[in-house]
């Protein structure tokens, strides 16, 4: 399950709530956005435990107390999600065997979201493997991105 928690007294957590979504694999990272009223997650087993394709889980969490699960974008690919990052209204996400997807939100609170942009750095498949993109970084100041790949090495795209 996802859990909240305080972390204000590093020594002592403190969960304040815990919840579960539908076809909860492994729960692997998660990133808010700008504002800190979405918590944008990735789970890195429910494609291949599954079947189900790319899912990124969107949760409220204005109030710490009792955050709420919206909904799952679901994408045109079956490959594992890895890492996502948000900038303004844009998630970047290293979908191992997809590569980079672009994903642009404007309400997410009425399930708004849409790929804008993808670059594969492992076309020979979207299987649901641990292969490929594994991170990106998009807060260069030159708006380019970096994806690691695990095979392929590194690529910097330009992205604007």
Do not use: C
Request: without cysteine; proline residues 4%.
């Amino acid at each position: 399950h996802v859990e909240i928690a305080d972390v204000t007294n590093k020594a002592s957590p403190q969960t304040l709530a815990a919840l579960d979504y539908p076809q909860l694999g492994f729960v692997h990272q998660g990133w808010l956005t700008d504002d800190h009223r979405f918590l944008l997650l990735g789970d890195e087993l429910d494609e291949s435990n599954f079947g189900a394709p790319t899912r990124t889980h969107v949760f409220d969490v204005t109030d710490l107390d009792a955050p709420a699960y919206v909904f799952a974008y679901e994408a045109s690919t079956s490959s594992i999600d890895h890492n996502l990052y948000v900038l303004g209204n844009r998630v970047f996400q290293a979908n191992y065997t997809s590569g980079l997807r672009v994903l642009e939100f404007a309400d997410l609170g009425s399930e708004q979201m849409t790929e804008i942009a993808f670059f594969d750095t492992f076309p020979g498949s979207n299987a649901a493997g641990f292969d490929g993109a594994w991170s990106v970084y998009p807060y260069l100041p030159s708006g380019n991105l970096i994806i690691s790949d695990i095979s392929n090495g590194l690529f910097v795209v330009s992205f604007q």
